[in-house]
């Protein structure tokens, strides 16, 4: 590998992996830069190649032709699936920057990551973990506790395995509902967990099992579909950066409480992890409780993080996945970045595709991070998903980015477009 023209493969397709990719781009190491299977805008920074990126023969036969140097997935799938293990294993000599099948089930797998915080004394909410054998004493723990009740499939199911209910009689049904199969096998094992009250926000690690590890810049998500945080959960309607309850005496918490005992539990147990590790938190009364790990970055906090990380992606991302992060910096620039999500009408339940997209070119105050979109034959943008573009700004205070990132979202059209119009609202004034 010339470290000076490092040869990226980013796996996905989403918002976050064109704020990857635009993020790489910009980097003095990177060589050439391909995005399986990517979407209608992340061609602007690198190659769109169909390849899934859960089919490891084929990115292995991929990165065996093209001299890939460097895999880095974008979503949790591969990680949850292998794709470490996978690639150590290969004769074919390339770095993932992601953590090992066991590191994952920090995201794979909620009873893991309850058990992992319970070792290493790691704040988090009381639970109790669920099989049909055990439904009973499920029953007899959810009445210890007062409502609401928070139930959680164990394995991934597409960010929809959490049940919040305020009934004791419903929380009993649905536990039953859920351990006969409601979200398949994921909730053949249900995590029972107290209900933490606080505002949450997302912190992310870059850690290369070794001891090293950077703090980047910490967002804050908008998950409901509705203004006023009401609706359906969305996998992300906006986002900000910083996020202004989170100050020094927090992160100083943060970090002791959170990160070093994550980053060090890890190592401890023999779990190679060498990658970003998301930490869902909730600040309960200025003492931050972990909701949540995910092995990936966030979606849409990446189109927030990316702007304001100084630094150069592609080594830090070598450098993780060596193992050897050494003194390599990740800074944060004070500036604020803002992002709104457009969507298609009718997400998160079922909506249209294939709508033109319109006035992309007009817009000059933002950088627009393609999600659900694709190229039509004749080349034209439409949708292909339920969120279609994030518009990122930057500003002196997070009012001036949403000014401007609100003015790009009237200026873009699609038949159908919703966005939320209080990202961020009470971070103004
Ligand atoms: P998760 O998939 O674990 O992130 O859960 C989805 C959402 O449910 C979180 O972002 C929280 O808003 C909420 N949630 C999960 N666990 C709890 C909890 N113990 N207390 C309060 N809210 C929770
Ligand atoms: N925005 C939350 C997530 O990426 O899971």
């Given at each position: 590998m010339n470290p000076d023209k490092v040869n990226v493969l980013l796996l996905g397709s989403g918002g976050r992996e064109s704020a990857l990719a635009w993020k790489l781009s910009q980097s003095p190491s990177l060589g050439k830069l391909w995005i399986a299977p990517g979407n209608g805008g992340t061609d602007a920074y690198g190659v769109n190649v169909p390849i899934k990126p859960t089919d490891f023969e084929a990115i292995e036969e991929f990165v065996k032709a093209n001299g890939v140097d460097l895999i880095i997935p974008g979503n949790e799938d591969p990680l949850v699936a292998g794709i470490y293990d996978y690639f150590e294993a290969s004769p074919v000599e390339v770095l993932v920057a992601g953590p090992s099948r066991d590191g994952a089930r920090l995201e794979g797998s909620k009873e893991f990551a309850k058990e992992f915080m319970g070792r290493h004394g790691i704040p988090t909410a009381r639970h109790l973990s669920v099989t049909p054998a055990t439904y009973n004493r499920g029953v007899e723990f959810l009445e210890t506790l007062s409502a609401p009740y928070v139930l959680k499939a164990?394995?991934?199911?597409?960010?929809?395995g959490v049940l919040i209910i305020n009934d004791l009689d419903e929380a009993r049904k649905a536990l039953g509902e859920m351990l006969e199969g409601?979200?398949?096998?994921?909730?053949?094992t249900v995590v029972i967990e107290e209900f933490l009250s606080g505002i949450e926000c997302s912190v992310f690690v870059l850690t290369d099992g070794a001891g090293e590890y950077r703090v980047l810049p910490v967002a804050k998500d908008y998950k409901?579909?509705?203004?006023?945080?009401?609706g359906l959960n969305t996998g992300g309607m906006g986002a900000v950066s910083?996020?202004?309850?989170?100050?020094d005496e927090f992160m100083a918490k943060v970090e002791e409480r959170i990160i070093r005992p994550t980053v060090e539990g890890l190592r401890a147990e023999g779990i190679v992890y060498r990658g970003f590790i998301f930490l869902g938190l909730i600040n309960v009364g200025g003492e931050p409780m972990v909701i949540e790990y995910n092995v990936r970055m966030g979606d849409p906090e990446t189109e927030v993080v990316m702007p304001r990380l100084q630094g150069d992606l592609v080594k830090l991302l070598v450098k993780t996945a060596q193992g050897n992060l050494g003194d390599e910096p990740a800074d944060t620039d004070p500036q604020p970045a803002v992002t709104v999500m457009m969507v298609s009408g009718g997400y998160p339940g079922s909506y249209p595709k294939g709508k033109k997209i319109t006035?992309?070119?007009?817009?000059?105050e933002s950088v627009l991070f393609h999600a659900g979109t694709a190229k039509d034959t004749e080349g034209n943008i439409i949708t292909a998903g339920g969120r279609v573009i994030a518009a990122t700004s930057r500003g002196e205070t997070i009012a001036e980015a949403l000014e401007r990132s609100y003015r790009s979202v009237g200026l873009v059209d699609f038949d159908g477009k919703y966005y939320r119009r209080d990202i961020g609202n009470e971070f103004i004034n």
């Open positions: 164990d394995g991934l199911a597409a960010g929809k409601m979200f398949g096998d994921a909730s053949a409901r579909v509705g203004e006023g945080d009401t910083p996020v202004p309850f989170v100050d006035g992309l070119e007009n817009v000059t």
